[in-house]
């Protein structure tokens, strides 16, 4: 078959093209290699390309499929972000700290992806330990925006979002801990679902933020990302904070009509701050869904304002601790000759972390110092508690929230880099779902300036489903989702 | 005026779960370094905890044993700083909403009184691994074997008035443990950890500045750390000086103690909820089945002593108070047969042996039953108490049980009258001399004289002979000859 098709392909046409034996996963994952190879030097968003291991999976799912029998998703190439533990395959975060960094154990994510027969084309770049929104704080270089290289991928799951829209990958694990698959999902032109807290299990994947963080996927599609949240999503007995709850096949619901469907419309989300083209697709995406059967119901999310510093309260200070294990001690980056047990801390520390990761660290610890917790962390909690009932509130009378993933399109590289408060605002909207720990998802609805624009589809707990159907009917009538960036041809394909 | 000392507590005791409080490891002590550290254990990037239910339970036995409240609601908090062996550089542990509330025991003192300590919380947490400061020139090797095995903390008020009542309580909580079976109660082994905080003020007054003088891991050395730092402080007041608030070491060789840390130079632990693990909600029913099933406690045990086996007060206590102790006495009590003879072996012979071996009861060398074959041999008759010590220090050496030492070493006692006779009658024969003094001795001298007879006696049977049959077969033939 045509080379240049296939890396077009859907995971589900994928999957069906596996089927039906129109092409070998070994076939399709040459041809992903290929690609990177070629083209990944441009965008930077792979930091380990796993050549060897990714053929010898593909094999073993051609295998698989032969004998009948093997899971829908045997055979597909993915990425997974380099913050998912790979046994034997360097996990660096993002980070100096962990670049000598092999686990000896896979995350349950992994470990879901590699039973479902999926083929791992390596490691997506991200900020570091997931902090950041535009991936410039990656210690492996920045990713560039396949639409305009000189713009931010967003981040952190900017690796992720970049490798996809470069059709580098059909599919890519990523995490969200404010907004970190919706973000660059709509800077890139995707579709990334940050599902219910809880529902995707934690175990090997490293923490930022443990009570905020959530895996989820990143496509093309809302179906294709469908599929994927099929592998994902497990109750895992290693986290303690996944939930017991059965995992729904989450295609069944995705050619529900919309009809009836109330969405709630956050007036606080449409105040100043957001760019008038983003508002306009917005609001020409929710003309379609109202198209489509459903009613559009204004609402209001009275503590919206407090989300981001709620969050960059709590976020920090749980990073504090979580990040202290990098010590030099066990595993990762230890400095050369220390001279005793403070000067091996100080070293280490000040030589394996970032700066936005120092920033983030030593906020967190103020807010937790003695004298301080009350005003800082545990007021944060009380906000977070009032942002919760916000939502509660609304879902009572709404099905799913509605508006614009992130205030305006990809900016410019080292535009914000000396504003960390104007960089925190990048995730406005995103960042009040994780404290409330509710589902969110991204999905493009169109462009300003030929940039893609995200619409950001909130849902109630464990509502997945729903969530994938509003997308999955808005993607049926609409193509921004099948637009692709230029300069994605290989050399010899031109 | 006098001072007065007052003392509160701080109890570590590791929870004798199979596997640590947040990982599968193993929790043996002893093995080689590393080799019980999971990914966890290491603090992995990406690994999680989940809490060992069986740390939740026996936590639980003990608030039901020390009369406590059991918290409905209970929550692992983060508690930050850095050190080598703590890998995660925070431990897991609780604060706000601790597992036990306030809760209380009684101790009993030498002179019988009895007081009331109260507790004020007991709480789970993890403990940390070793820093190895020898054999590394120059580093230190870290072993994370212990790292995350289960702790309960428990915390008392500042109840105590002297060492003596510090080191009863202290004796109590080992008591209630090692009989609820939640901790092995091994002191040597670090099982169990006294930190001590010391303050002295004149009665009446408001409470003095206290030290804390952390890790005793032996009563011994918690009386002798208790009385050094009360006489240090009343010194420096006495001197004019002022107690700072500090942490103190105690070396139990020198018998020294030093400033480890003054309060100034303490950490600010930065406590915080762990977002790992969320709040643990236990219900009615639960601790209710806990505590239909709660084994014997040390004062019931006592009482039952008392009443079953008809022992004293302080034999009851003496036996009944470790729970190893009292499963050795019943095993051999019952092996025996002679519930007294058995309590005098073991509180005698048994015990001075073990304290000067420095071993636990249940180290002993000695088996229960072991120790009942041969009670049961004095009691029978067929040795004497002296003969006794013989077959003890054969068991205590070589092992084996009384019967076979008995047998091989030839120390069946001669009871058989004639005998008897006979040797006496010969000793008689031979002792021309000390016959005719005894015949011609006064008669309230006479008694005495006996004993050069006896030993001659004993000494011809190689000590077999019944010294009570002798005495009277002697004593006979001798009265015969006047």
């Not at chain 1, 005003?375 to 508690?385: E, F, G, N």
């Not at chain 2, 550089?89 to 809760?103: D, F, H, N, R, S």
């Not at chain 2, 406690?297 to 102790?325: C, K, V």
Request: proline fraction near 5%.
């Amino acid at each position: 078959m045509n080379d240049s098709i296939m890396h077009n392909k859907t995971i589900a046409e994928i999957i069906a093209g596996l089927e039906a034996g129109e092409f070998t996963s070994v076939e399709i994952t040459q041809h992903y290699l290929k690609r990177i190879k070629q083209l990944d030097r441009k965008y930077n968003s792979y930091i380990t390309v796993n050549e060897t291991s990714a053929l010898a999976q593909a094999e073993a799912a051609d295998q698989r499929r032969a004998k009948g029998n093997a899971p829908a998703f045997c055979g597909v190439p993915i990425a997974h972000k380099d913050i998912f533990c790979t046994n034997g395959i360097r996990t660096s975060c993002g980070s100096k700290m962990l670049d000598n960094f092999v686990p000896p154990y896979d995350a349950t994510v992994v470990e879901n992806f590699a039973n479902a027969g999926a083929v791992v084309l390596g490691k997506t770049n991200m900020d570091e330990f997931a902090m950041g929104s535009s991936n410039e704080t990656s210690f492996y270089g920045p990713v560039k925006n396949p639409w305009n290289i000189n713009t931010v991928p967003g981040g952190s799951s900017g690796g992720s979002a970049a490798a996809i829209a470069a059709h580098l990958a059909p599919g890519a694990t990523a995490t969200d801990t404010g907004g970190s698959i919706r973000q660059p999902a709509a800077l890139c032109g995707i579709t990334g679902l940050k599902p219910t807290y809880g529902r995707v299990s934690r175990w090997g994947m490293i923490a930022f933020a443990s009570s905020l963080d959530q895996g989820g996927p990143m496509a093309r599609t809302a179906e294709d990302c469908a599929l994927m949240l099929n592998v994902m999503a497990s109750f895992d007995p290693k986290d303690s904070t996944s939930i017991d709850r059965e995992v729904p096949d989450y295609t069944t619901n995705l050619n529900q009509s919309l009809n009836g469907l109330k969405i709630g419309i956050p007036r606080e989300y449409f105040e100043e701050g957001l760019n008038p083209g983003t508002e306009q697709a917005v609001k020409n995406a929710l003309a379609e869904l109202e198209k489509q059967g459903a009613t559009l119901v204004s609402i209001s999310l009275p503590h919206t304002k407090l989300a981001v510093p709620a969050y960059y309260v709590i976020a920090p200070a749980e990073a504090s601790a979580n990040l202290s294990r990098f010590d030099g001690v066990r595993y990762g980056h230890r400095c050369e000759d220390p001279k005793d047990l403070r000067d091996m801390y100080m070293r280490t520390r000040a030589e394996g972390f970032g700066e936005e990761v120092k920033r983030r660290i030593l906020v967190g610890a103020y807010c937790l110092s003695a004298g301080y917790y009350d005003a800082y962390y545990r007021k944060a909690q009380q906000v977070r508690r009032l942002i919760k009932q916000d939502f509660v509130d609304a879902f009572e009378k709404v099905d799913v929230i509605m508006g614009p993933t992130s205030p305006s399109p990809a900016f410019e590289f080292g535009s914000k880099g000396d504003d960390p408060v104007a960089m925190y605002l990048e995730d406005i909207y995103t960042i009040a779902t994780n404290l409330a720990g509710l589902p969110g998802m991204s999905a493009p609805c169109g462009f300003v300036d030929n940039k893609p624009v995200g619409l950001q589809i909130i849902g109630n707990y464990f509502d997945e489903s729903r969530m994938l159907n509003v997308a999955h009917q808005f993607q049926l009538a609409t193509d921004w989702h099948k637009r692709s960036p230029e300069g994605l041809e290989l050399e010899e394909a031109k | 005026m006098e001072w007065e000392t007052v003392i509160g507590l701080e109890v570590h005791a590791q929870l004798a779960t199979k596997s640590k409080i947040f990982s599968g490891s193993s929790t043996t002590f002893g093995a080689e370094p590393n080799t019980q550290a999971s990914a966890l254990d290491l603090a992995m990037p990406g690994t999680l905890p989940v809490p060992n239910e069986q740390a939740y339970r026996y936590a639980i036995m003990f608030g039901l044993a020390i009369d406590a409240d059991i918290a409905r609601t209970s929550v692992f908090e983060r508690k930050n700083y850095f050190y080598p062996d703590l890998p995660k550089a925070y431990q897991t542990t609780q604060l706000e909403k601790p597992i036990v509330g306030p809760g209380h025991v009684e101790i009993e003192l030498a002179d019988g009184t009895k007081k009331t300590i109260r507790i004020h919380h007991a709480h789970l947490e993890e403990d940390a691994g070793k820093s190895l400061h020898e054999d590394f020139h120059g580093m230190s090797g870290i072993d994370l074997n212990r790292a995350g095995t289960p702790l309960v903390e428990i915390v008392s008020e500042p109840d105590m008035r002297s060492s003596e009542e510090a080191v009863a309580f202290a004796k109590k909580l080992h008591s209630i443990v090692t009989s609820l079976g939640i901790c092995d109660g091994e002191m040597s082994q670090g099982s169990m950890r006294f930190d001590v905080n010391i303050s002295v003020r004149k009665p009446g007054e408001e409470l003095g500045t206290r030290t804390e003088t952390k890790n005793l891991n032996s009563f011994r050395f918690m009386e002798d750390a208790i009385k050094l730092e009360v006489e240090r402080q009343i010194d420096l007041i006495e001197d004019g000086g002022k107690v700072i608030q500090e942490t103190r070491l105690y070396n139990g060789d020198t018998k020294q103690a030093r400033s480890m840390r003054s309060k100034e130079e303490a950490n600010d632990y930065r406590y915080f909820p762990c977002p790992d693990l969320l709040p643990v909600v236990i219900e009615d029913d639960y601790i209710e089945s806990i505590r239909k099933e709660l084994p014997e406690l040390p004062d019931a045990r006592q009482e039952r002593f008392i009443t079953q086996y008809g022992l004293s007060s302080y034999d009851a206590s003496a036996l009944g108070s470790d729970a190893n102790m009292a499963l050795y006495f019943e095993t051999a009590a019952k092996d025996s047969g002679d519930t007294k003879l058995t309590a005098n072996w073991i509180m005698g012979e048994l015990s001075a042996r073990l304290n000067s071996a420095d071993l636990s009861i249940k180290h002993s060398p000695l088996s229960a039953e072991q120790l009942a074959g041969m009670v049961s041999r004095i009691a029978d008759g067929t040795i004497s108490s002296k003969m006794a010590k013989q077959v003890f220090d054969g068991m205590w050496n070589n092992g084996g049980d009384a019967d076979s030492i008995i047998e091989d070493q030839g120390l069946k006692q001669v009871s058989d009258s004639g005998a008897i006779e006979a040797m006496v009658d010969e000793v008689i024969a031979n002792s021309d001399k000390q016959v005719d003094n005894f015949r011609n001795a006064d008669e309230s001298k006479r008694p005495k004289m006996l004993g050069y007879f006896v030993g001659q006696i004993m000494k011809a049977s190689k000590g077999q002979a019944n010294p009570q049959q002798v005495n009277e077969i002697l004593l006979k033939k001798l009265n015969d000859l006047l």
